[in-house]
């Protein structure tokens, strides 16, 4: 293996490093156990609907493999816009969508539209962190905006205020929030609304869990409130709702003037999403929605036994209103986050990621993914307890 090579010496500031050396590594012990049951990372049990499948089947033999446009097909296209209009009452035309490989490519391709080098994106903490790699590439530092437990993880929008400087660019709302599974309360969203017109800041609003919010918990679109879809892209995709995550299909929404600068940029990205994905996407929109309705329920009973059996555990959490995360308070066990997601991995099988592969400083959290059906998670479950009776009996 050739290692200080002339190739990395020459490396482009904007390579920053981002620590994915934890992930690896879980993945790594993972590979060699047989028994693993795994509750780490954000990718459904449940196999993409059988119709999906079948519609991306038919494309496949109508010989539907070439180029699409750079923004996507448009019937996909007006499907989203349909479903952005009935489902939250969001107003985007066809011409306003770009279909992206996920809604991965559009976080980057909504960076490299937006940020210049020295610029500051406020993003919501914990986080998904593609974000932080996304504005470290166009040369722009992103700066957290920290949620607690004991708001629920919910965003207050005085420490999004007192982090705003002159450098200020955007606001990066993800809602449910991944890893906390916390969803931002109207209320609060007309606040960060009002806050980015004083401002004068963009807003990126991330809804790509806004299909999983349960009872209790209620969504506003950003982009939907008086005014507000002249300064907010909207971000939402097929992975999650549809578990539909290998076909790698998402799409931002945006007004037709920023829209029509992308096309170019994104055209050079990839030229266009999958053409076989988007005929899968556009099935998911258009058919039945009977499948995800039991995927819906399913991840509900399985959150509803996860806080009864956490809290029996004596842990805390978040309240979770939304995804298919619960965040998940370890520091009465004694130990850290890393240290008891690695022994829990190594001992039982059960994988779990701690809050420190989220960008949190603290190292109380760890986040339970309930994508195993409800037996394997109660199996989990007792020897997550078993685990912790172990340790707390050494400490
Ligand atoms: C908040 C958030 N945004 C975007 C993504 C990317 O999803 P995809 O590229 O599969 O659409 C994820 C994936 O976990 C996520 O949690």
Not at 365 to 385: D, G, T, V, W
């Amino acid at each position: 293996m050739t290692k200080n090579s002339t190739l990395l010496a020459q490396l482009a500031p904007r390579i920053v490093e981002e620590d994915g050396s934890f992930r690896t590594k879980m993945l790594g012990i993972a590979a060699g156990m047989s028994n693993v049951i795994a509750m780490g990372r954000g990718d459904p049990d449940f196999h993409t609907p059988r119709h999906i499948v079948d519609a991306a089947k038919a494309a496949l033999d109508a010989n539907q493999h070439h180029y699409t446009g750079p923004t996507g097909l448009l019937a996909l296209r007006q499907a989203i816009a349909a479903n952005l209009a009935a489902d939250y009452n969001l107003t985007y035309s066809a011409d306003e969508i770009i279909v992206t490989a996920g809604v991965q490519e559009s976080i980057m391709l909504c960076m490299l539209g937006l940020v210049s080098a020295g610029d500051e994106v406020l993003i919501t903490s914990p986080r998904f962190t593609t974000y932080d790699t996304a504005v470290h590439l166009c040369g722009g530092t992103p700066i957290p905006v920290p949620t607690y437990e004991k708001d629920d993880f919910a965003l207050d929008v005085d420490e999004i205020e007192k982090r705003i400087t002159p450098r200020t660019r955007m606001f990066v709302m993800v809602s449910p929030n991944n890893p906390t599974g916390a969803v931002t309360p109207p209320d609060v969203i007309r606040k960060i609304a009002a806050l980015a017109v004083k401002h004068d800041i963009i807003l990126i609003a991330d809804e790509i869990y806004a299909k999983l919010i349960y009872p209790g918990s209620s969504h506003l679109s950003l982009a939907s409130l008086p005014g507000m879809k002249s300064r907010t892209i909207t971000l939402n995709g097929f992975s999650k709702t549809y578990a539909m995550t290998g076909w790698r299909v998402g799409y931002m929404a945006a007004p037709l003037d920023f829209v029509e600068k992308l096309t170019e940029p994104r055209h050079t990205l990839s030229i266009n999403t999958c053409t076989i994905s988007q005929f899968a996407a556009l099935a998911a929109l258009t058919g039945p929605q009977e499948d995800f309705a039991a995927m819906y329920q399913a991840y509900d009973e399985r959150r509803l036994y996860l806080m009864g059996a956490l809290k029996a555990a004596g842990l805390s959490y978040g309240h979770p209103g939304g995804a298919f995360y619960i965040y998940t308070n370890i520091s009465s066990t004694g130990m850290v986050a890393p240290a008891f997601c690695e022994g829990l991995l190594r001992e039982t099988g059960v994988m779990l990621f701690p809050g420190t592969m989220f960008g949190d400083d603290s190292t109380d959290y760890i986040r339970i993914s309930y994508l195993q059906p409800l037996e394997k998670i109660k199996h989990a479950m007792s020897l997550i307890n078993d685990f912790i009776a172990r340790h707390r009996g050494r400490a």
